[in-house]
């Protein structure tokens, strides 16, 4: 492809995205490697899995991608590539749940990327000797990569604090969005309009902030968390709306906890939480010495282990609310 492809603008502005965005890949595939990954991830088994495949199935989409274009037959190597995509689109399916960001323009966001992801990828597998199609398809699988170095900038320059997952999936959005067409970046902005009115008809009011509440990959500045560390009993002013609706949404669970408690013959309503909630403001109401102990951990799982079971005080094995006042 490199001596016999037709170098019009498109492919040139095609290509302007992709050698910079090659760059941003090997660095972020060289973090993934070298840094542990956030204990959300490692919690459970299944995320844990879904991860490293989710990982991989894009290492090979990057190694496919670039050397197609200097192999006399590309078409082995494309089709490995849309395979290796599919995957990969399927595992980030997995993780919208949990995605960092405020979620209610985050989830529809990745959403449809996955969706067109999806489409180029069963495109390219039907097309395999199409280098416009290989190259667009990389092109879209680079938007984490940019998402990454937005996040590092506005990290080092204390930008956008409050909401820097968030602007750093939009700009990179923004870059690789205008390739299909100048109407992208609008059709999209559509959608996501669309969902979140939909939400706000439909949600409670409760959900609704936490929906639309950043979840920040820094576990302490979570909106829930100044609450959690006064006990969950006070209601401090710096907890705002989420952190408002957060306390009483606990306050009915705790009410319905015990009322169950006090009648007999109804078995206990199944109340336990994701962990990864009560990790979001650990440093507070965990005891100095856990977590020194958890410092000491060899890896990411036995740090979750030993977190857990500081929190997971009658050793049921699920974290309650009770368990977080």
């Keep these: 492809w490199v001596a016999t492809a037709d170098y019009d603008a498109k492919l040139v502005h095609q290509l302007c995205i992709a050698v910079p965005s090659l760059l941003a890949n090997i660095l972020v595939v060289y973090y993934y490697v070298t840094v542990n990954h956030h204990p959300k991830f490692v919690l459970r088994l299944v995320r844990a899995i879904t991860l490293r495949i989710h990982v991989w199935s894009g290492v090979i ?7 197609a274009w200097f192999v006399r037959d590309p078409v082995p190597l494309c089709l490995l590539q849309a395979l290796a995509s599919l995957v990969h689109c399927i595992t980030a399916l997995l993780q919208i749940p949990i995605v960092f960001g405020t979620q209610i323009i985050m989830k529809p966001a ?13 495109n390219l597998f039907f097309h395999p000797t199409c280098y416009a199609r290989s190259l667009v398809l990389f092109n879209v ?20 604090t409050s909401h820097e997952y968030s602007f750093s999936i939009l700009w990179a959005g923004s870059i690789v969005l205008p390739l299909f067409g100048f109407s992208a970046c609008l059709s999209a902005s559509l959608c996501m309009i669309v969902y979140v009115v939909a939400c706000k008809m439909c949600m409670r009011d409760e959900t609704w902030a936490l929906e639309t509440s950043e979840h920040s990959r820094d576990m302490f500045s979570n909106s829930n968390c100044p609450w959690l560390r006064a006990g969950g009993q006070a209601l401090p002013h710096s907890v705002g709306v989420a952190g408002e609706a957060f306390h009483s949404r606990y306050m009915r669970q705790v009410s319905a906890e015990q009322s169950q408690a006090n009648t007999p013959g109804i078995p206990e309503q199944d109340l336990a939480i994701e962990l990864t909630d009560a990790l979001q403001c650990h440093e507070r109401f965990l005891s100095r010495e856990v977590l020194m102990m958890a410092e000491m951990a060899t890896s990411p ?13 009658d050793g049921s094995g699920s974290i309650e609310w009770r368990e977080l006042a």
Excluded: N
């Design 61 to 67: 989409e990057i190694f496919t991608s670039v050397a």
């Design 110 to 122: 990745y959403t449809m990327v996955v969706v067109v992801k999806v489409y180029l990828a069963a």
């Design 141 to 160: 699988l680079s938007i984490y990569a940019w998402c990454r170095v937005f996040l590092v900038f506005f990290d080092k320059y204390s930008l956008f």
């Design 301 to 313: 799982e036995d740090e979750a282990r030993t977190i857990f079971r500081a929190i997971d005080r």
